[in-house]
């Protein structure tokens, strides 16, 4: 025969501990989710936001900016060694774009990344246009004929390096990332805070109730429960005090009834010893020859069966009691004259 254990079940968690970790769990499971939201939009429209950081800015352009607009807006693509010369002598960086990519000049990694960006339209009026972006003046014209985009950059910074626009992206990505689990963390400090508050609210009513009911089981009913908080709160125990008032009057009652019953019984008791006392007597007349005459017998147990009838009155009444305690008896109601049942009563006591 195989014996299977029965695995032991723990102690039940407490009220307290489970609003506590439900409220806990549903924040945290809110807040990651719009986390999540927040960077699935960001992944989504990365396109839309490099363009956004590729837009120009109003930073302060290069004083030499001015000159190489005129020299680039004077130069030929084909013949451009000349405007090479005296843009590099100005602290200019040169490039060739075409579709996106360096096809000439300077090719670093950031004048590619300027390549992307300037494939666009919206930079291919012909026009000698000066920028500024990311600290950077650029200045470039787009040749129809060529189908070629001739930029000047100035670098600010000695090595001629710009933050790329990638490293910018995900740069923005990380902060938000971060910022939303400061967020998170910020926001289930507060409702930690706020729940444990909320659970001292609900369960100081909630132990007053369990120790009112635990003094009910040991028989205390006249100690009331004391409480003074939120009225919904309030009128519950309030509600409770009512009911132990109830049932220590109805105690009460059923101690009353308890006793006019015993002390029933016990005069119906003390009536048929009377009656009893009596027939004894007489029949013990009978036997011992007191009642020594046909006459005398005669009387002495018409007696005796006259206190039988009391007797058995006595024992109806009785009778009738317990089956009212059983609610056996049934009641059959009619109308009578109070009157003449009351002058009835009296001629019959008489």
């Known amino acids: 025969m195989i014996k299977v254990r029965e695995k032991k079940r723990g102690k039940p968690m407490s009220l307290k501990k489970r609003m506590f970790r439900s409220n806990m769990m549903i924040l945290f499971a809110a807040l990651c989710s719009l986390m999540l939201i927040i960077l699935g939009v960001l992944i989504l429209f990365e396109d839309s936001l490099e363009r956004q950081l590729h837009s120009i800015t109003q930073s302060q352009v290069d004083p030499n900016a001015w000159q190489v607009s005129q020299l680039i807006e004077e130069t030929d693509p084909e013949a451009a060694e000349e405007f090479v010369k005296h843009a590099e002598n100005l602290g200019y960086q040169t490039a060739l774009f075409q579709n996106g990519r360096v096809v000439g000049g300077y090719d670093g990694e950031h004048m590619k990344d300027l390549a992307e960006v300037f494939q666009s339209n919206e930079y291919q009026s012909g026009q000698t246009e000066v920028f500024t972006f990311q600290k950077a003046t650029i200045i470039g014209k787009y040749f129809t004929d060529e189908n070629i985009y001739l930029a000047a950059v100035h670098f600010p910074e000695e090595d001629g390096s710009i933050v790329s626009l990638n490293a910018s992206f995900y740069i923005f990505v990380g902060a938000v990332f971060l910022a939303g689990i400061a967020a998170i963390a910020v926001l289930l400090f507060l409702a930690s805070f706020f729940t444990r508050r909320m659970n001292r609210v609900v369960m100081e009513p909630l132990e007053q109730l369990v120790e009112g009911a635990e003094r009910i089981k040991s028989g205390n009913l006249k100690e009331n429960i004391k409480y003074q908080g939120e009225a919904e709160f309030e009128h519950v125990c309030e509600t409770f005090n009512e009911m132990q ?38 029949i013990k007349g009978v036997l011992d020859g007191v009642a020594d005459t046909g006459e005398r017998k005669k009387r002495y147990l018409e007696t005796a069966y006259e206190s039988t009838e009391e007797m058995n009155h006595l024992l109806q009444k009785l009778f009738d009691f ?22 009835s009563y009296v001629r019959k006591k008489k």
């Open 245 to 282: 008032h109830t049932i220590l009057e109805d105690q009460r009652q059923r101690e009353k009834t308890e006793k006019a019953r015993t002390d029933m019984i016990t005069g119906i008791s003390h009536d048929l010893r009377t009656p009893l006392t009596s027939i004894r007597g007489y």
């Open 322 to 343: 317990s089956r009212m305690e059983s609610g056996q008896m049934p009641f059959h109601m009619i109308k009578a004259d109070l009157a003449e049942y009351a002058a």
